[in-house]
């Protein structure tokens, strides 16, 4: 078998050291504000994104990665002797950045590529890469890499709180934000990641409350199995999220390290600065 190049986009959040560590090649998101477009991470890092967004007079966008952009990765990974691509990319429910990566395939001979729909995004999507380099690592095959990322993908959840509606509603990928913006007064929505789609799937009025109930899904999600990997997500809170991130240790009982990473510029712009939530998978 020859080099196996593991690919994802920014969206995964992935720290700087398991990119390294596993050779990951990650390809931006754009964000645009007004008539200006950055590379998600690259041109705009999360603070410069969150300076902008402060003094932003409306709301950036944000598009996937072009075909281009992606071929131009694939080749890049043929340059450091891969002649298989496995990449991993935010949920085709709500990017199009799976069909860009899938369009790239066809216009770089030389390489097998292929690409896998997370269904999800952010830590979840991070996990899914590192197992794969974690099978690759041990000699395992291209089949039993894309079998753990499979793992990854059935067991794990992603759920979040979020301060700021206007996001949700703006974004319009939320299901049921409408529904939460229309209450009589302000709540905080509850979003978890379900078959791919992002969702409203509850509200409570303080984040107090509504952290307990983040703390709640993904416990029930995981039904006692054993947990291989914790994180919290946040928008800017890095403060609040570190010390979130002992309370979720210690409601999980975890024994490891709770990974916490910001959301980033490209996911931001969806559910806006704030935000705090939970990701995790399981056996």
């Known amino acids: 078998m020859g080099r196996v190049a593991l690919m994802t986009d920014t969206t995964s959040n992935m ?29 705009l890092p999360p603070a410069e994104f969150y300076r902008r967004l402060a003094a932003a007079d ?23 002797g891969a002649d298989t691509i496995i990449g991993v990319y935010v949920t085709a429910k709500a990017s199009g950045t799976c069909a860009s990566a899938q369009m790239a395939a066809e216009m770089v001979e030389g390489v097998d590529v292929h690409v896998v729909d997370s269904a999800t995004t952010s830590l979840p999507m991070s996990w899914m890469v590192v197992e794969a380099g974690r099978v690759l690592r041990a000699g395992g095959s291209v089949e039993d890499a894309l079998a753990a990322i499979e793992q990854v993908k059935a067991h794990n959840a992603l759920v979040f709180t979020v301060t700021e509606v206007e996001h949700l509603l703006h974004s319009g990928r939320t299901v049921g934000a409408e529904r939460a913006a229309k209450t009589p007064v302000k709540v905080k929505p509850i979003v978890s990641l379900e078959d791919g789609v992002p969702q409203a799937i509850a509200t409570e009025r303080t984040q107090k409350s509504a952290l307990r109930r983040v703390i709640d899904v993904v416990r029930e999600r995981a039904k006692g199995r054993k947990l291989k990997g914790l994180g919290v997500v946040h928008g800017n809170i890095p403060d609040k999220a570190h010390a979130f991130a002992e309370e979720v240790k210690s409601a999980f009982g975890y024994e490891g390290d709770v990974v916490v990473v910001d959301f980033g510029p490209a996911l931001a712009v969806h559910f806006g600065p704030g935000l705090l939530g939970v990701a995790a998978y399981w056996e």
Not at 65 to 77: C, H, K, S
């Open 15 to 43: 720290p700087e050291a398991w990119v390294k560590e596993y050779d990951v090649i990650v390809v931006p998101v754009y964000v645009t504000f007004g008539n200006e477009s950055f590379r998600d991470y690259v041109d």
């Open 58 to 80: 409306e709301m950036p966008k944000t598009s996937q990665p072009t075909p281009n952009d992606f071929a131009e990765a694939y080749r890049e990974a043929k340059a450091r």
